[in-house]
Each structure stands twice: as C-alpha cells, then as structure tokens.
C-alpha cells in the first residue's frame, strides 16, 4: 500500500481558528446580530465547525446561537446503492420555519452535498434563509451553489483532495491537500 503523498498544508491550527473568528464576525454583520440565527452543521465536520461558530459567536455578542446537526446519508445522489451508508442522528432541537439558517460544512467541491443537505433541511420545515459557511471552497462547481461565508479559497485540481481536520473527530486542526491518486489511504477525505 502507498503512503499518501501532502502536497501542502493550508491552514494551521491557528490559520483555522482565525478564519471561524472570521466567518463567526462575518456572520454577525450580514444578520445584523443573532436574533433569528441558528447554525446546523452538515455530519461530521460540519457540526464540529458549527459548534466552533457558535462558541466565537458568543465570545463576540454574548449570546450563543442554536445548534442542529443534518445527517445527508439518504439525500446523497452519489452513494453507491450496493453500500449501506453509515447513518447519524440528525438533531435539529429547534424550530427552523422563518429562521435565518447558517448550513455549515468543511469543503464545498461540487456543491452535491451542499443539495443534498438542502433537500434534508427543507423536511424540517421553511427557513427565511438559508445561508452557507464552509472552511474551504475549492472550485469545481457540478450545480449553482456558492458559499456566503468562506474560510480560505483554495483553488485545486480532480486529483487532488482538500482535507479539513478538526479536533475532536481528528488529531489535529488544519487544512491540507493530498495528491488523489492515494486517496484509499487518506481516511475521512472531503471531496
């Protein structure tokens, strides 16, 4: 079996962290504060950097938005039909109809995901908004998404992957591209 080959590291622990102190300010400013927000972070990853979102939120305004978290399994359009996909409890505790929703994840690539979360959301009711934050956007749109808060922009090939590692799902924060090609022995890579 190959090594996996790093190409690059893209943010650090302290990099990320500066960029969700961003996106968390950028965030209160396009909503005028946090009265109607609330955060759902798209499993895994995504609820992990939510939770990181609405902590920084609160250090800035004092209040702490609300949490939900969105398991996509069943809206995917790219699972393969022969494998089970492993299945997470989605927890959204709170009312989502006419609220602004920040929809969070760690790499927006094709912008599948991105839909697939959208249709999961809209069973949960009608948001006055919907609004996207994501760590890394590298390109490569497949549908007309765009994110409305980015952490870094990080242009990139097919063969590459852009890998967002946060504590603690993983042993470390940061970002970091591999070359693709070895992609069998990168665990928990995002597409």
Do not use: C
């Amino acid at each position: 079996m190959e090594q996996p080959l790093l190409k690059a590291v893209i943010m650090d622990d302290a990099a990320l962290s500066r960029a969700i102190t961003r996106i968390a300010h950028e965030i209160i400013e396009h909503n005028e504060g946090t009265k109607n927000i609330a955060l759902v972070g798209i499993i895994r990853r995504g609820e992990t950097i939510a939770v990181r979102l609405a902590d920084e939120i609160q250090k800035i305004e004092g209040t702490r938005p609300q949490i939900g978290s969105l398991d996509i399994s069943f809206y995917r359009d790219d699972v393969r039909r022969s494998i089970a996909p492993v299945l997470h409890a989605t927890n959204i505790p709170f009312e989502i109809n006419g609220r602004d929703i920040v929809l969070v994840d760690d790499v927006l690539y094709t912008g599948r995901t991105i839909r697939a979360a959208l249709d999961a959301l809209m069973d949960y009711g009608r948001p006055k908004t919907v609004q996207l934050a994501v760590i890394v956007d590298r390109g490569h749109r497949e549908l007309p998404i765009r994110a409305d808060y980015v952490g870094k922009n990080v242009p990139s090939s097919h063969e590459e992957i852009v890998r967002v590692e946060v504590e603690p799902i993983d042993t470390v924060n940061g970002v970091s591209v591999w070359d693709a090609r070895h992609e069998h022995a990168i665990e928990g890579s995002a597409e």
